[in-house]
């Protein structure tokens, strides 16, 4: 770990930023070329018209949060559905129950898939990172 910052938390050692840097890199280019739409977090500027897809994160503060995270965004139009469904109140709508199984099941599919070409990662048990999957190494 970094030494103590007294202005907030620490950021990971540039070693090891450039070592996500890398994966990340690694896994765009091959969740890219598995057909999937795979972006940088922050890339696509308006999240009301961006095509669902997979968004890929690079925390760098270091602690159990930091690392290489991929996220999984459903098409705009749903994510209104959804969001429209929560502020009317209507917790039981289908709408978000199927958001949430698809979310599931898709970072099930992601992590497979990237243990089948040789990385090591897990879905998120993080609360701040609901569905999330966490990349923790490249194929060797």
Request: glycine share 8%; charged share 25%.
């Amino acid at each position: 770990m970094n030494e103590e910052n007294e202005f907030g938390p620490r950021s990971l050692d540039a070693n090891e930023i450039n070592r996500l840097r890398q994966l990340a890199t690694a896994v765009k280019a091959d969740l890219s070329r598995s057909g999937l739409v795979v972006r940088d977090a922050g890339e696509e500027p308006d999240r009301q018209t961006a095509p669902g897809g997979l968004e890929i994160d690079l925390d760098q503060v270091d602690d159990e949060a930091g690392g290489l995270w991929l996220t999984w965004e459903l098409h705009p139009a749903v994510r209104q559905s959804v969001r429209e469904a929560i502020q009317q109140g209507r917790t039981n709508d289908p709408v978000i129950q199927a958001s949430v199984d698809v979310h599931e099941r898709t970072a099930e599919a992601i992590v497979c898939m990237l243990n089948a070409v040789g990385y090591e990662a897990e879905q998120s048990d993080a609360s701040h990172r609901p569905f999330a999957v966490r990349v923790l190494t490249g194929p060797c």
